[in-house]
């Protein structure tokens, strides 16, 4: 059974940091590229970060590009996200989502529970 669990959010103050993680397992974690994507307050989902499948590639939405990194580490089976510089709009709750393929540009098949972020002073 694949599972996908967040950890890592919380309440931080603009211009802080945080380290979300999502520990996979149930599957192959080496062979499927990997997400993470946010919901704020009363918004739709938006992607914010993507890693292929051995994590050589990443990309970012503009919102978040330079502020935050996305890595994968294949021995914990263990994605990550590190967001420095963080400001109000960050807040949401971040998703780790599995591309049902190696590359971000497939689907997304499998989903955390989230964990949430909140930027405020």
């Known amino acids: 059974e694949v599972q996908l669990v967040e950890s890592g959010g919380g309440l931080v103050q603009p211009g802080g940091s945080l380290r979300l993680s999502c520990a996979a397992s149930g599957f192959t974690f080496s062979a499927n590229a990997m997400s993470w994507v946010r919901q704020a307050p009363g918004k739709g989902l938006e992607w914010v970060s993507s890693?292929?499948?051995?994590?050589?590639?990443?990309a970012y939405s503009d919102s978040v590009k330079g502020r935050f990194t996305i890595s994968r580490d294949a021995a914990e089976n263990t994605l990550y996200l590190q967001m420095n510089s963080l400001k109000p709009e960050d807040t949401a709750v971040y998703y780790c989502a599995r591309n049902w393929g190696s590359s971000w540009f497939s689907g997304y098949d499998y989903w955390g529970q989230g964990t949430q972020v909140t930027v405020s002073s």
């Open positions: 890693s292929n499948y051995q994590g050589g590639r990443t």
